[in-house]
């Protein structure tokens, strides 16, 4: 597992030794004014570590690990209970307030990680769930069509789709998107 860190203030010497002997490796301790994104493009870390309270410093951190989602952890001693459902809100994984014992980071970081992967199962679950929405929108819009313009029942529409989606040796959404874009541009 690898780890990087933003600054030394709150993640204390002996936390770096917890992280070093359970297997971490700590990449790089950035200042607050490193270009971030290209610094968590080129070191790809497991995990984030921001150990900073400014909130402008964590939306950085955020937004730099946005096209590359990883797993953020936030050391703070910031207890305002608006700026840590902020921080969840924006994709921090875990957000400790005032300190951490050394025999508990590598436990926070190992739920932070699993809380990530699972975040990021149901995204890409509700994606994948928007999609099909989105295409079955599409196939019901050419269903209608195909009804109103041969007066044919919805199965018998649907059947023709189906055998032009076979027959091209595409999906049925693709074929249903094409007739509607060949509709809208004769119209």
């Not at 840590?84 to 926070?108: N, P, Q, T």
Request: charged share 30%.
């Amino acid at each position: 597992m690898q780890a990087k860190r933003r600054s030394p203030r709150l993640l204390a010497p002996v936390h770096c030794a917890c992280l070093l002997e359970s297997g971490y490796n700590i990449l790089a301790a950035l200042p607050p004014d490193a270009d971030l994104e290209a610094q968590i493009a080129q070191l790809q870390p497991d995990v984030i570590i921001v150990d900073e309270q400014s909130d402008a410093a964590l939306k950085k951190v955020v937004a730099a690990a946005a096209n590359e989602r990883r797993p953020i952890v936030c050391f703070t001693e910031d207890d305002d209970k608006g700026k840590m459902h902020a921080a969840i809100e924006a994709g921090v994984a875990a957000y400790v307030v005032a300190g951490l014992s050394s025999e508990r980071v590598k436990a926070v970081l190992d739920v932070a990680i699993a809380r990530f992967e699972v975040d990021q199962k149901l995204r890409r679950e509700l994606s994948e769930t928007r999609l099909k929405l989105a295409e079955r929108k599409v196939i019901e819009r050419a269903k209608g069509l195909l009804m109103e313009r041969h007066r044919c029942t919805e199965d018998e529409a649907y059947h023709k789709l189906r055998r032009l989606a076979m027959d091209k040796n595409l999906k049925l959404s693709e074929v249903a998107q094409r007739m509607l874009d060949v509709v809208d541009l004769l119209t």
